[in-house]
């Protein structure tokens, strides 16, 4: 049983920075793809960003040149290094592991409880 655990959100003005964690535990597997996702209120899942295992990344147009995915494979945490954060970014912010290598929300099966980010 994996189990992902968010954490480094909060509220940060318009044009400033944040970098969120997901810690992995449990049984976890390597050749999982793990992405970030958000919600706003309202508003579906969004895809962020995908990395694969092979290391292969995947972004979203909206967020493409401001936010950077990455893995450290030794504490198994997944980063997104968030720049240049706007209003609009203001979501509930999900990590998720699964088979797929795209932005689809649904090809990812195990979750975590999210982080909020607030930017003003």
């Known amino acids: 049983h994996v189990q992902l655990v968010e954490s480094g959100g909060g509220s940060v003005e318009a044009g400033g920075s944040l970098t969120l964690s997901c810690a992995a535990s449990?049984?976890?597997?390597?050749?999982?793809?793990m992405g970030w996702f958000r919600q706003a209120p309202g508003k579906e899942r969004e895809g962020l960003a995908t990395?694969?295992?092979?290391?292969?990344?995947a972004y979203a147009d909206s967020v493409k040149g401001r936010f950077t995915i990455s893995k450290d494979n030794a504490k198994n945490v997944l980063y997104l290094q968030m720049s240049s954060l706007k209003s609009e970014d203001t979501a509930m912010y999900y990590c998720?592991?699964?088979?797929?290598?795209?932005?689809?929300?649904?090809?990812?099966?195990?979750w975590g409880q999210g982080t909020q980010v607030t930017v003003s």
């Open positions: 449990g049984r976890t597997y390597t050749n999982w793809c």
């Open positions: 998720a592991a699964g088979s797929g290598g795209g932005l689809d929300p649904r090809d990812f099966g195990v």
């Open positions: 990395l694969d295992s092979s290391g292969i990344t």
